[in-house]
């Protein structure tokens, strides 16, 4: 299926890796140039760079400043049409609430949501200079899913999916559509690193970090993990024409994890 993205310029946050770098691939593959901003490179953005499919930009989207580089290289490849806010990141807190310091509040506000909203409100002049264009961004289900071992996290991804439907309001009128995407497991190193959601909960639970995944997925109507690829595909679709009257959506991707409408 032609996804009208052809010549079309993205930006993707997050992209060295995981979700970010699968959905790279796949505007990649549907012809887009992609933006790719994240702290570091990599050697799978490297390979992409090297090909002319992508240009990398350094980019610390926890700091006020740090999106003004990723803007200005889409700018000179002549402005944008997509922007996928992946960037965001989880830390297990298995004190539970009293254990959560205002500054890793304060670090997880900084990064998952302004780490949104700055290369949001960066981006639109572009958009509204070449005359409209699509915004993803990936959240999280835990949105919907209030977790007591990652409160911050919860508080976070609740805010940006709340963010990107106000956003589509006013946007909408401007040929600017935002949705959002709320994946449930995911087999990223989020989950699958030394020191991810796996490893942290078998630390505390006793279990091994397969049991703990195991049980994440196990009473849900798939039974499996999400790929960063399926998140990607659902993300492309959004961004691209083929989704023209989709706006204010926000998305799950969660073999059904969350049981309710």
Not at 105 to 132: D, F, H, I, K
Not at 154 to 173: D, I, M, Y
Request: net charge neutral; glycine share 14%; charged share 20%.
């Amino acid at each position: 299926m032609d996804l009208h993205l052809s010549g079309k310029i993205a930006v993707v946050t997050g992209a060295s890796r995981g979700i970010g770098l699968a959905v790279t691939r796949a505007l990649v593959a549907a012809d887009a140039h992609v933006v790719a901003g994240s702290r570091g490179r990599g050697p799978d953005l490297g390979v992409l760079e090297e090909a002319g499919k992508v240009t990398f930009v350094s980019a610390d989207l926890s700091q006020p400043g740090g999106v003004g580089d990723l803007i200005a290289a889409a700018r000179e490849r002549g402005g944008i049409d997509v922007l996928v806010n992946n960037v965001g990141a989880l830390r297990m807190r298995p004190s539970g609430f009293a254990g959560v310091t205002d500054d890793q509040w304060q670090s997880s506000w900084e990064l998952n949501v302004m780490g949104t909203v700055r290369p949001t409100r960066a981006a639109l002049p572009q958009m509204y200079r070449r005359g409209g264009g699509s915004i993803v961004i990936v959240g999280s289900v835990n949105a919907y899913l209030p977790d007591p071992r990652i409160y911050d996290y919860c508080a976070t991804k609740a805010a940006v999916t709340n963010f990107g439907k106000a956003l589509s309001k006013e946007l909408g009128p401007k040929n600017i559509r935002v949705n959002s995407i709320s994946p449930g497991p995911v087999t990223t190193g989020m989950w699958l690193d030394r020191g991810g959601v796996a490893d942290t909960l078998a630390g505390v639970s006793g279990q091994t970090a397969d049991e703990v995944m195991s049980a994440a997925v196990g009473a849900t109507p798939m039974g499996r993990f999400t790929t960063p690829e399926q998140v990607a595909d659902l993300v492309v679709f959004l961004a691209s024409d083929r989704a023209a009257n989709i706006t204010g959506s926000d998305m799950r991707i969660d073999g059904g994890l969350v049981a309710t409408l």
